[in-house]
């Protein structure tokens, strides 16, 4: 289906409990309200014949960004629906009783940034190793704002040498 098609199905289904947006010709964005984000989610993969593809989420001091990307595959382009999960306990319904596919991927987000999925078939850690506390999210930005630094902020020029694919001077590959 056409992007000005699905923009047009999707303003008239959700009206203003959605705002679209497009950055490029192969990306729409539709930011949705938390209560319509499953039927939005439904609405594109059942009616609109859109796949799902995978999800991400942002962390931000407020609350986590959670991001679903749909392609249509024939046209080439894909929507991002995206909504909101404020903090200090993200919550959101889950798709996967809608897409069983978002299984994983809302499993990880919940186990990497506390992201509660409600009706989710089985919430549990994905990747958490048996020793880590319950209650560790990793990827909160309260951790990692707690932690040092990985690497120094100026090492512009070996950094540069390491992304090239060139060993650091002075080191033999």
Not at 52 to 73: H, I, K, S
Not at 124 to 137: E, G, I
Not at 163 to 170: D, E, I, L, N, T
Request: hydrophobic share 40%; charged share 35%.
């Amino acid at each position: 289906m056409e992007r000005e098609e699905v923009k047009r199905r999707i303003a008239e289904r959700f009206g203003a409990k959605v705002k679209i947006a497009e950055r490029s010709p192969k990306r729409v964005y539709v930011y949705a309200e938390n209560e319509i984000w499953v039927d939005l989610a439904r609405f594109l993969f059942e009616e609109l014949d859109a796949r799902f593809d995978t999800g991400a989420a942002v962390d931000d001091r407020e609350g986590v960004e959670v991001m679903f990307f749909m392609p249509f595959d024939r046209e080439h382009y894909y929507v991002t629906i995206k909504t909101f999960a404020a903090k200090p306990h993200p919550t959101l319904d889950s798709i996967t009783p809608v897409i069983p596919g978002a299984n994983w991927i809302e499993r990880e987000m919940f186990e990497m940034y506390e992201v509660n999925f409600r009706n989710h078939p089985d919430l549990r850690p994905v990747l958490r190793a048996d020793t880590r506390p319950a209650d560790f999210y990793p990827a909160k930005r309260e951790v990692k704002d707690g932690l040092p630094l990985v690497r120094n902020r100026d090492d512009g020029d070996w950094r540069a040498d390491e992304v090239a694919g060139r060993p650091p001077k002075g080191k033999n590959p």
